[in-house]
């Protein structure tokens, strides 16, 4: 069965550089979320989208941007990046509204140096 | 593979009464953990309760108690007096082998 993708799996980046954060969605969902866990932390919501419009904004910072494509995948952009940005950022996605499953991506894993 | 399994889409309770949520799992490590996150309409994560699979003693927090059961790889989430802001989407995850596996979700709704 299809899974949610999630690349790179992943990234080892400097201070200061973007990174770009792919989610290919389970076919047919149509909203996808990104999370952002840090080592020995409760998942933080950063942001959602829906039908390619953001549908809720959670505890994204302005360095960081995101979008749904017309494909549905979603990419989660990251600039200026801190230490402190080191975390696992996973994306879950989920079907039309009334239907129920969400399926979660495997993760990137993120490390600043 | 390692999955982990939520069989109910969908649950009701009555407030006051008491509510189990399931969960299986499968995973060829003996070391992991399992945990419960509740999700709010808010979409944040809210550890609810988490358990390390070496520990043969349930967790409990609260009103919120597992009943873990680990030949059967079973991770059931135990509410009791459940109160109307226990409504939100439940999810059963476990950390295996440096992997973060989530279920579907099971979403609660609370009766007044």
């Known amino acids: 069965a299809a899974g949610v993708i999630q690349s790179p799996r992943h990234l080892i980046k400097e201070k200061r550089e973007t990174a770009t954060l792919k989610c290919y969605p389970i076919?047919?969902?149509?909203?996808v979320y990104w999370y952002q866990q840090g080592p020995g932390q409760d998942p933080q919501f950063l942001i959602s989208?829906?039908?390619?419009?953001?549908?809720d904004k959670g505890s994204i910072p302005d360095r960081f941007s995101a979008q749904q494509f017309s494909d549905y995948h979603s990419e989660l952009n990251m600039s200026s990046l801190e230490l402190g940005d080191s975390a696992l950022y996973f994306c879950?996605?989920?079907?039309?509204?009334?239907?129920?499953?969400?399926?979660f991506g495997s993760g990137t894993r993120l490390t600043v140096v | 593979a390692q999955t982990v399994t939520q069989s109910q889409p969908e649950m009701s309770v009555q407030e006051a009464e008491t509510v189990t949520l399931s969960c299986t799992y499968d995973?060829?490590?003996?070391?992991?953990?399992l945990f419960w996150y509740k999700q709010p309409p808010s979409r944040q994560m809210i550890l609810v309760i988490r358990?390390?699979?070496?520990k043969q003693q349930n967790a409990t927090e609260n009103r919120f108690s597992v009943n873990f059961q680990k030949a059967a790889k079973s991770f059931s989430l135990k509410i009791s007096d459940s109160q109307l802001g226990d409504a939100a989407m439940y999810f059963c995850?476990?950390?295996?082998?440096?992997?973060?596996?989530w279920g579907a979700g099971t979403k609660l709704i609370i009766k007044p």
């Open positions: 879950a996605s989920s079907p039309p509204w009334g239907m129920n499953g969400y399926t």
């Open positions: 989208f829906y039908e390619k419009m953001q549908s």
């Open positions: 995973t060829s490590e003996s070391d992991y953990y």
């Open positions: 076919p047919r969902h149509d909203t």
């Open positions: 358990q390390e699979a070496y």
């Open positions: 995850a476990m950390d295996s082998n440096y992997q973060l596996i």
